[in-house]
């Protein structure tokens, strides 16, 4: 008798007569004809295996990643975002990921919702958890001279940092924005002169231009994290929320930004030119990000160390029960394993 050491026989596999039956049902259906292969990668089958290791760890933020993937800020402030950071924190501390919180706001008016943000019992010590806070809101501190809350509020969650958010048209966008007056790289600046922990820069969903990068990785940051264009777009939500038709008329500006795969670009140039000037060389290349494929295929390209942050993927697993999250980060796991064994980025400058 032969016995088929290597089939994959997992709890939903079929019978072989039932398999074989399947294929010839539904060969016509799996025609490729008219679908466009996809040209980032060369399929290179001959050259490796099955993978039978896990990921490779990754140093990032000074701590081990076992997945290379950022669990992108997205929420607090009410009881079903203390659900969702839960199970993404659970998340983090079983795939061995990192977290950025939603915007901390909430803990500068008071501690009604600090339970939201108290994941550090649940992630634990080995993986980060990054504090958000806006720019706008760390200029009204600067302003009103209370820099140290922004310690005492990191501090209170037991975060390793702070991520600043910049997010100027949402802003403009919300009827109740925020406005302010400093330039971001200033108002960074002032952050990084207060505090001594790491400080992680983002955008919400539109990205940034080449100048702006550059401004950034000149700059004493732990991580800059993309939020680019292409995904979850904020200028565009807070316009559907809008219910007096006052933010319609900015609608232009919702089309405005950079790509994850643009901002590798403008990354990559900006290293090339600069080299070891750079003080910040690790990017969380996030906005969009829908696939592992994309996160392969964007961290491979990118010349700075890197992993992918998802927000708008992750959320549609989180709100629910943990068994669902679960699956899905196993399965960005094992795709990116396959990529890694199989795949290899075309023109990888
Ligand atoms: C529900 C939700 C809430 C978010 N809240 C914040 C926030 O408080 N602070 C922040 O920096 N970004 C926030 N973001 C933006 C994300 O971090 C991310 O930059 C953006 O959604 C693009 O990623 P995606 O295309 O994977 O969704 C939020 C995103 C979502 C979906």
């Known amino acids: 008798m032969v016995t088929l050491i290597a089939s994959n026989q997992g709890p939903h596999a079929q019978p072989l007569e039932e398999r074989k039956s399947a294929h010839i049902d539904l060969a016509f259906a799996s025609q490729t004809e008219h679908a ?16 039978r290791s896990e990921l490779a760890p990754l140093s ?22 203390k659900i969702i950071n839960q199970n993404l924190a659970r998340a983090c501390a079983e795939f061995g990921m990192g977290m950025g919180l939603g915007s901390c706001r909430p803990l500068l008016e008071g501690n009604e919702r600090f339970e939201d943000f108290n994941l550090r019992p649940i992630i634990g ?8 806070l806006g720019v706008a809101q760390l200029e009204e501190l600067f302003a009103a001279k209370q820099g140290h809350r922004i310690i005492e ?31 971001p790289v200033d108002i960074v600046s002032e952050v990084l002169d207060t505090v001594s922990f790491p400080v992680i820069v983002k955008e919400v969903g539109q990205g940034m231009g080449p ?5 950034f990785l000149k700059m004493p940051i732990a991580a800059l994290d993309f939020g680019a264009f292409g995904g979850t777009n904020f200028s565009k939500l807070e316009m559907l929320r809008d219910k007096n038709g006052r933010a319609t008329r900015f609608e232009p500006l919702i089309t405005v930004g950079h790509t994850a795969y643009e901002m590798v670009q403008f990354v990559n140039e900006i290293y090339r030119q600069e080299g070891d000037k750079l003080a910040c060389k690790e990017i969380i290349i996030s906005g969009g990000v829908n696939t592992f494929l994309d996160g392969y295929y964007l961290t ?23 068994e669902d999250l679960r699956i899905y980060v196993q399965s960005q796991i094992d795709g990116l ?12 400058q």
């Open 125 to 132: 010590n080995e993986q980060p958890l990054y504090a958000n």
């Open 337 to 348: 394993r396959v990529a890694k064994a199989m795949l290899k980025v075309r023109n990888n």
């Open 60 to 81: 990032f933020l000074k701590k081990t990643f076992r997945t290379p993937i950022w669990v992108s800020s997205m929420t607090g402030g009410t009881e079903m975002a």
């Open 36 to 51: 466009q292969a996809d040209s980032r990668f060369y399929y290179e089958p001959a050259l490796s295996g099955h993978p």
């Open 211 to 215: 100048e702006s990068i550059r401004a």
């Open 300 to 322: 491979e390209s990118c010349h700075l160390s890197a992993v992918y942050g998802q927000a708008s993927a992750f959320l549609k697993h989180a709100a629910g029960n943990y």
């Open 153 to 183: 509020l990191v501090e209170s969650i037991q975060a390793d940092g702070l991520i600043v958010h910049i997010n100027p048209l949402q802003e403009w966008f919300q009827p109740e924005g925020d406005r302010y007056f400093r330039s």
